[in-house]
């Protein structure tokens, strides 16, 4: 009995941490949007301490900062944080791809062949938030058929703050990621060729970092730095 409230109100807190960390990844809230905590638990109909520890545990996952006068905001990444988030995807997803054998493709197949109908129905549509939560989940799909939960863990904040690096520094309107290029890695693994299909993951996010305008983050560093010197 006395482990009851403890597990629930775990269990209400990931609720929260889970719509906010959703609602950030699918671009409904921007970076620097301020979360108010007064607001979440109207809205959400929550518990007040409940907010508080999902909004800690979302700045531990460093998708929420929490300043002491200025309360929660939704995160900014700097430059440098956006190339370290790109080269742990990339390390974390070549290690799922090589996790997944034909078999595991196999078994997951309606699964993967449902969510490719979606994303293709997605990417020919206009609406925005569908295109960004579809093509996010394949890669959060991927993280699931490698059955390697540890390393869907680590995705899943990646998946995250790679959607506030996109809401940052995405050059114009492009979709984050090209659906053609999801299906190339889908059929390499289905063949079995390993090797072609971590070829094809790391080529589609070298992509997607190249998309970004980060270097201009970086080119307005310096131009503060050097504005600010010898003052
Ligand atoms: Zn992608």
């Not at 007040?48 to 800690?56: E, F």
């Not at 929660?72 to 390390?91: D, L, M, N, W």
């Amino acid at each position: 009995m006395k482990d009851k409230p403890v597990s629930s109100k775990q269990q209400e807190v990931q609720r929260i941490a889970e719509v906010l960390a959703k609602a950030i990844a699918q671009h409904r809230l921007r970076p620097g949007v301020r979360l108010v905590e007064a607001h979440i638990v109207e809205i959400m109909q929550a518990n007040r301490n409940h907010v508080q520890a999902a909004l800690q545990r979302l700045a531990m996952q460093r998708i929420v900062d929490i300043e002491p006068n200025r309360g929660a905001t939704v995160a900014q990444p700097s430059a440098r944080e956006a190339r370290e988030i790109f080269a742990a995807r990339r390390a974390v997803e070549r290690a799922i791809v090589e996790a997944i054998t034909p078999a595991r493709i196999a078994e997951h197949q309606a699964r993967i062949e449902q969510h490719m109908h979606d994303e293709r129905a997605a990417t020919a549509s206009t609406d925005r938030r569908a295109i960004v939560r579809e093509l996010c989940e394949f890669h959060l799909l991927l993280g699931e058929v490698s059955g390697n939960q540890v390393l869907a863990g680590i995705l899943d904040n990646l998946m995250v703050r790679s959607s506030l690096i996109v809401a940052l520094y995405q050059r114009g309107d492009s979709p984050p990621c090209a659906s053609h290029e999801h299906q190339a890695i889908i059929d390499a693994l289905r063949a079995g060729d390993t090797q072609a299909a971590v070829g094809q993951m790391i080529e589609h996010l070298d992509e997607l970092e190249g998309q970004l305008a980060i270097e201009k983050a970086d080119a307005a560093d310096v131009n503060l730095r050097q504005a600010l010197s010898g003052l």
